[in-house]
């Protein structure tokens, strides 16, 4: 190795553990002032609470699962059978091979439209010549373009039960209709 290269080594080496030394200083006065402060009884209480918030905030979750939980059950006992009629469109499809393939809605190969009830999560297929007297006799919401539709019922399925719960029925049909677009 050169000289002049060794001593840049050098110096570059020596700045370095010189930062190190300062940043181990800083660190010392760190750690003494954090066991200092541990020691301090408002510091130990601060401690307590934000662990109690936590535990409050993590019940809050739990209260949102209990919820879900409880509605999912509820309608897996297949005793929604009455609606509002709220009706989530899917799409329009024809049927190939035993497969549905979605097409536009004006497409001439289309057998059926596919629509989801937001209470029940029940979904129904209506013949295309029949769309026109279902779309009259209730409330259908068209979401065009939603890649994540499914997420969407999620969505307004939730929105709608806990505005049923807290609200009432009527209201709850009167927010989500006001929320998207209806036919």
């Known amino acids: ?16 553990m010189q930062e190190k030394k ?17 020691n301090n009884q408002l510091v130990k209480d601060y401690i307590d609470l934000c662990k109690q918030i936590e535990i409050e905030e993590e019940n809050m979750w739990l209260t949102d699962e209990i919820f879900v939980e409880t509605l999912y059950d509820f309608e897996n006992k297949g005793l929604v059978d009455e609606t509002n009629g709220i009706y989530l469109y899917l799409g329009t499809f024809y049927t190939e091979y035993g497969c549905e393939m979605k097409v536009k809605r004006d497409d001439n190969a289309a057998e059926f439209d596919k629509y989801i009830d937001i209470e029940s999560c029940k979904e129904i297929h209506i013949p295309v010549e029949d769309r026109t007297a279902f779309e009259k006799n209730n409330k259908v919401i068209f979401v065009e ?6 997420y969407l019922l999620f969505d307004l399925h939730e929105q709608f039960m806990h505005d049923a719960l807290d609200n009432g029925q009527e209201v709850a049909c009167n927010n989500v209709l006001r929320r998207y677009k209806k036919n």
């Open 22 to 38: 300062e940043t181990y200083k800083r660190l010392e006065v760190l750690m003494t002032r954090k066991s200092i402060l541990e």
């Open 1 to 16: 190795m050169k000289e002049d290269l060794l001593k840049d080594f050098r110096k570059e080496y020596n700045t370095k």
């Open 145 to 150: 373009g939603k890649e994540h539709i499914k």
